[in-house]
């Protein structure tokens, strides 16, 4: 029997992070210029304070619709409350939180510190390299 897959195997490592300050339309562009449906974002220590997606930039461009103006930042619009998983875990059990979760990626930490980043793709990939 062949081991499971971990998350370590297939979580992207080179991540592209932002900060709480950054403005708002300077990190959208970001997303939108990577193909990527959201950051992680770092305080100045490298402490993960939330994530930014794409929803949230969608909230933040209708709302500079409205006021004809982007000037807030990314702390305004990010998620605080983050799901995180350990580069140890599983590519089932990775899954399973995904399922039960609205998130598209989940940051990776290993001892303590952020390592990555593992969308559902990355998933899907792992699944169908090691049970196809």
């Known amino acids: 029997m062949t081991a499971i897959a971990l998350v370590s195997d297939y979580m992207t490592r080179d991540l592209i992070t932002l900060s ?16 990527i449906s959201g950051a992680p974002v770092l305080d100045a ?23 004809r103006d982007w000037g807030r930042t990314v702390a305004s619009y990010m998620t605080t409350q983050v799901e995180t998983v350990e580069a140890g875990m599983d590519i089932l059990a990775v899954t399973e939180a995904f399922l039960k ?28 390299d090691n049970w196809s």
């Not at 402490?47 to 619709?65: R, T």
């Open 20 to 35: 709480p300050e950054t403005e708002i339309n300077h990190a959208m562009n970001l997303l939108l210029n990577n193909r």
């Open 45 to 67: 220590s490298g402490q993960l304070v939330g994530v930014l997606s794409k929803k949230d930039c969608l909230k933040a461009a209708l709302e500079a619709s409205y006021y």
């Open 101 to 128: 979760s609205h998130y598209r990626r989940f940051p990776v930490f290993e001892n303590g510190q952020l390592v990555g980043q593992i969308s559902r793709a990355d998933v899907l990939r792992a699944m169908n």
